[in-house]
């Protein structure tokens, strides 16, 4: 078991009903009994900034001190980053620029952040995005860099585009479900490649 490798992928923005309905490549898994599927409720504030922060450390909103998308700082707490660096393992993430605000320096530097390579940091290898109509297509590329070329043990993948989406035309929106279809289709590209690299 200490030697598996996980990817976390986080689809910012993604309702469960319409998941259910357009991300027909993970349900098939769900169905075959290759994965599982859980409905949780998220935490308030349902803001990124502050719920990036409780998926990456655990703790809730009124004790680690991110309360809103403005909250540009660095975290205060323990993260699976941080945790996975302390047991000597290797961390990346291809993310949204507000992870490397929050687990490496405050604020982004788009000159200096964009690329990171420091054994130092809580993430010691990270491809960010200051956009949020940096296609998922990319993100996905990055990610797969990434993984093949410094073999993390822990790695974050968190992709945007569905939540431009609902913002721009509402999550009941067939604009918002084609954007959801659309990350079902990269994740059957990326999914079964890191799967037979033993990517857990």
């Given at each position: 078991?200490?030697?598996?490798?996980?990817?976390?992928?986080?689809?910012?923005?993604?309702?469960?009903?319409?998941?259910?309905?357009?991300?027909?490549?993970?349900?098939h898994?769900?169905?075959?009994?290759?994965?599982?599927?859980?409905k949780?409720?998220?935490?308030?504030?349902?803001?990124?900034?502050?719920?990036?922060?409780?998926?990456?450390?655990?703790?809730?909103?009124?004790?680690?001190?991110?309360?809103s998308?403005?909250?540009?700082?660095?975290?205060?707490?323990?993260?699976?980053?941080?945790?996975?660096?302390?047991?000597?393992?290797?961390?990346?993430?291809?993310?949204?620029?507000?992870?490397?605000?929050?687990?490496?320096?405050?604020?982004?530097?788009?000159?200096?952040?964009?690329?990171q390579?420091?054994?130092?940091?809580?993430?010691?290898?990270?491809?960010?995005?200051?956009?949020?109509?940096?296609?998922?297509?990319?993100?996905?590329?990055?990610?797969?860099?990434?993984?093949?070329?410094?073999?993390?043990?822990?790695?974050?993948?968190?992709?945007?585009?569905?939540?431009?989406?609902?913002?721009?035309?509402?999550?009941?929106?067939?604009?918002?479900?084609?954007?959801?279809?659309?990350?079902?289709?990269?994740?059957?590209?990326?999914?079964?490649?890191?799967?037979?690299?033993?990517?857990?």
């Amino acid at each position: 078991m200490p030697d598996k490798k996980v990817v976390m992928i986080t689809l910012d923005g993604c309702r469960y009903d319409i998941a259910i309905q357009q991300l027909g490549f993970l349900n098939h898994f769900v169905e075959k009994k290759l994965a599982s599927r859980f409905k949780v409720l998220s935490e308030s504030p349902s803001n990124s900034r502050p719920l990036y922060e409780v998926l990456l450390t655990g703790v809730p909103t009124f004790e680690n001190g991110i309360y809103s998308n403005y909250s540009v700082q660095r975290s205060k707490e323990e993260s699976i980053f941080s945790l996975a660096k302390e047991a000597g393992k290797t961390t990346a993430a291809a993310a949204y620029h507000w992870v490397s605000e929050l687990y490496n320096r405050a604020p982004f530097s788009m000159f200096e952040d964009r690329i990171q390579h420091d054994s130092t940091k809580n993430i010691q290898h990270g491809i960010f995005y200051s956009e949020d109509t940096y296609p998922d297509s990319h993100l996905f590329q990055d990610a797969h860099h990434l993984i093949s070329t410094y073999h993390p043990d822990f790695m974050y993948v968190h992709s945007m585009n569905i939540d431009d989406e609902g913002h721009k035309f509402t999550g009941n929106s067939i604009e918002y479900r084609r954007a959801v279809n659309r990350i079902d289709t990269i994740l059957a590209i990326y999914i079964p490649r890191w799967i037979e690299m033993d990517i857990k």
